[in-house]
């Protein structure tokens, strides 16, 4: 018997899978693994690249599952340090930043598994074998379950589970919203995922960009609703506005202002 896949649009209303994925993808896991981390050369990235296809190609574009991405996520698995996770909502330019000098902390873009999907669309054209590269699911206006989105929430889950010591959140205190939101994905898979017994204790560090917005902050509102939900799960948290050494990165391109000098 024949397999049906229910019919697809056209065009989704998202952007196409990015132009030469295949080789973006295997270039960046054999740059992290044979020359940035070194200690995982004996990863496999033909066959890390070949899990990340399988997990979506010949499948209906709106109902791939986190269970798709194991394969993938077993392969790429990796142990990292405790007291050194980072994460982040509504921050992705300060906090990268901030990891290229902080090299010893990470934030999911610089663990091989999101290392290798930052920044790039991907979707299956499930006629075929192939990719499209015309348009993919957008997550509002199409679905949710798509597979760059189900993808991100696999792999924020998976960095969340492996958390261990006193973890870090960088958060955006210049939105014009909260700086904490319970639909971002740190406020409804990292925050949820986190063990308590392993995570003690959550970090956060409320940025305001410089000469920018002062709309939120440790005092606001939206960090006491952090509060709160991570007292349930019985992890504390603390809070610091404009942590210092994230700052500093910030006084890069204003050091004229008057955050910036050495005195304040
Ligand atoms: N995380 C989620 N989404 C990620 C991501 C990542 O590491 N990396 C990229 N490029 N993306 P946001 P958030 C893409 O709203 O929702 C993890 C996805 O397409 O500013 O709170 C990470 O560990 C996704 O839709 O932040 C971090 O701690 C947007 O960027 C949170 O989750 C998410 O951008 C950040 O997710």
Redesign the pocket.
Known sequence: SQRQQPPEPLHWQGAGTTDSISEIVLGRCFTYTRVKRPELRDKNCPAIWNAFKAAFLFKDQCNITEEDYQPLQYLANQTLPCNKF???????TL?HQYTKVQQEMF???DTLL?YM???LDWCGDPGTSEMNHKSCPH?RKDCGNNP??VF??M??KW??DAACGVVH?ML?GSLGKPAF?Q????????VHNLHPDRVPLLEAWVMHDIGGNFSDSCSGSSINELRSLLNKRKIHLMCQDDYKPVRLVQCVSHSEHSSCSLTK
């Open positions: 980072l994460y982040w909502s509504k921050a992705y906090v934030t999911l873009e999101g999907a930052d920044g997550w760059k989105s991100w929430k792999a924020s960095f969340a959140v955006n939101q639909t971002s994905t740190f406020g409804s898979v990292e």
